[in-house]
């Protein structure tokens, strides 16, 4: 089994700790790094992008941690997956009876991460009517609470990430033009695993060494066919997909050995066309290759131990939000309909259907 590993640096230059979750030592990760160890010390904020699965957590915590703020409070929201109507209490907190249900007084994340950090995950879904009001708390570094009229100060530093295009949002009138601009002060994107191959056989092998001692379930080999399946494969899941695959690999391990978990998923061959590639696909496709490709492999299950919201890694309701996002609908049987709702390669939509907005945890029956 190859030896685990971290990023590799030039002796004496590795800054203590502070990158320790994040595996590899392609060029491409190291130049991210460096980044991240240029714009530590500063308050700047922070604009992470990349694919789903890349890692957008790990480089926030990385630059809060190599920052002067260390040992001050990180604090983190998904953006998605929050309901609209409770983001704003969320961000900036409310005070007692400023909406049905507001029962007490609530803290914010803001006023959580004061003197802190705050990882703001998904910022391309927030809402247009909440973005003057980041946009504000981002530049003024105040804001009120819901229900009141006093203004709290406070000092946060913000680290934004997003898999989504926010350049081509801000043309469709998406994203206001200024809060993108207040955003992308550094900007840093993270690589998708295909791009960095050179430091799957590390991820692997440091996967495997995770879950076998939590299973206590020892892994002695990796079986040379089974490494290769993994480095050959295109991960548009990313390094989230690589973990769930090594989970599963490692389950079903017997006497020592690592079972190739590729075979059944039967893995898209990584073509060079320029049409038909992953690499040519931007942030949205590739997230809609995979959500629809988990989905029907799972039998569009949704939630529960063996949905695709698990497979993923997220929430069940991160992923409905995705899904309404990205406009993925379960596809109604052709019999019923004679069209439908979706392509198989989830590119190309045809008519959506009537059920989209009532996503089940259970498959069509035949």
């Not at 700790?17 to 590899?24: A, K, W, Y």
């Not at 992308?184 to 879950?211: G, M, Q, S, W, Y």
């Not at 590119?347 to 259907?353: D, K, P």
Request: net charge positive.
């Amino acid at each position: 089994m190859p030896e685990y590993a971290t990023v590799t640096y030039a002796e004496g230059d590795r800054p203590d700790r502070r990158f320790e979750r994040i595996i590899g030592k392609s060029a491409a990760l190291e130049s991210v790094l460096e980044q991240v160890k240029q714009v530590a010390s500063t308050d700047s904020t922070v604009l992470i992008e990349g694919e789903t699965g890349t890692g957008k957590e790990l480089v926030a915590h990385a630059i809060h941690n190599a920052s002067q703020r260390v040992g001050r409070p990180f604090i983190k929201l998904n953006c998605v997956a929050i309901p609209l109507d409770l983001l704003e209490s969320e961000l900036f907190g409310h005070e007692k009876g400023a909406f049905t249900g507001a029962i007490a007084q609530k803290i914010g994340r803001f006023e959580m991460a004061d003197k802190g950090t705050l990882f703001l995950d998904e910022i391309g879904d927030i809402p247009p009517a909440l973005q003057p009001k980041l946009l504000r708390v981002l530049q003024e570094q105040e804001f009120e609470r819901l229900g009141s009229g006093r203004t709290h100060k406070v000092d946060v530093r913000l680290v934004a990430a997003t898999n989504r295009n926010l350049v081509k949002m801000v043309a469709r009138g998406q994203f206001r033009s200024d809060l993108y601009y207040r955003l992308n002060v550094f900007p840093i994107l993270l690589p998708a695993l295909r791009e960095r191959r050179e430091d799957i056989a590390i991820l692997v092998t440091h996967f495997v060494k995770l879950f076998s001692r939590r299973m206590g379930k020892p892994v002695e080999s990796i079986p040379p066919e089974t490494m290769a399946a993994f480095q050959w494969y295109s991960w548009p899941g990313n390094i989230r997909e690589l973990q769930n695959l090594v989970e599963r690999a490692v389950i079903l391990s017997r006497d020592g050995v690592l079972p190739n978990p590729l075979k059944k998923s039967q893995p898209r061959p990584i073509i060079h066309s320029s049409q038909s590639s992953p690499l040519s696909m931007n942030s949205e496709d590739s997230d809609r290759v995979l959500i629809v490709e988990t989905l029907e492999r799972v039998g569009w299950i949704v939630g529960g131990p063996r949905g695709a919201a698990a497979k993923l890694g997220l929430k069940r309701t991160t992923l409905l939000a995705k899904m309404r996002r990205l406009g993925i609908s379960r596809p109604i049987p052709q019999e019923e309909t004679g069209v439908l709702a979706l392509a198989p390669a989830g590119i190309g939509m045809g008519r959506r259907s009537s059920l989209n907005d009532e996503v089940v945890d259970l498959p069509f029956l035949p």
